[in-house]
């Protein structure tokens, strides 16, 4: 199976600390990628705001969800089938790339339209789908640091704003216009990508809950709730296995 797929991160220009991580870590992943610089808070126009309705939207919001769907049109102007967006405050928590190249086999033999989240390692997973030992399960996306996409969903959300313009954030905007189109997403059961803005290397540009929080109750929050909404559910779910 041919793995070569584009990979687009969406950052903004004065982001050095964030660039040198993302740089770093898909060069160990032997990855290729393209930065999204395109529509950094400081240089959307009044014409795109006008036009899709982002006046309701704090700026960094606005600039952040404008350069998800570039990175969707920027699929399309490719011939690939499909392919990676990713936050520049990512961590691949995956052993090797071809724990990866695993869950894009697996997604690959649905057929399109869908969305495969990667990421969410403090999100409760369903204890069943760890005893059954699977590899991605029905579920939506609720963070949007990483999913894989493919050509045929990318082209219908760029249709649906084009319509209704844009009134939340990306993560949100991702659910919302794939349960109006019926579109199907899925996630891994073992997410393969974290947030550093999660566990507080990075300091959070978006969300104002974690910026009044320090590092250190950042990163024991997010131990604890990995823990015990992945971590100890597969373990057990692992003796559970072998028992049976």
Partial sequence: MNFDFPVYVISTKRFSDRHESVERQLSMMGLSFEFIFLYDADEIDELTIEKYGLSKLKVEVASTVLKHLEAHRRLLATNARYGLILEDDFFFQGVAVSDLQLVITEILQIPPPWLLFLGGMDNKRSFLEYVKNTIIQKGEITTAEAYLIERQSAEARLEWVETHGINMPADHL?????????????????????????TGKFRSELDEYRQGKSALWLILRFRLRNFFRQALPRRLAAVLRYIC
Avoid: H, R
């Fill in 174 to 198: 991702l659910k919302y216009i794939d349960s109006k189109l019926c579109i199907p997403q899925y996630i891994c059961t073992n997410p393969l990508f974290g947030q550093f803005s999660i």
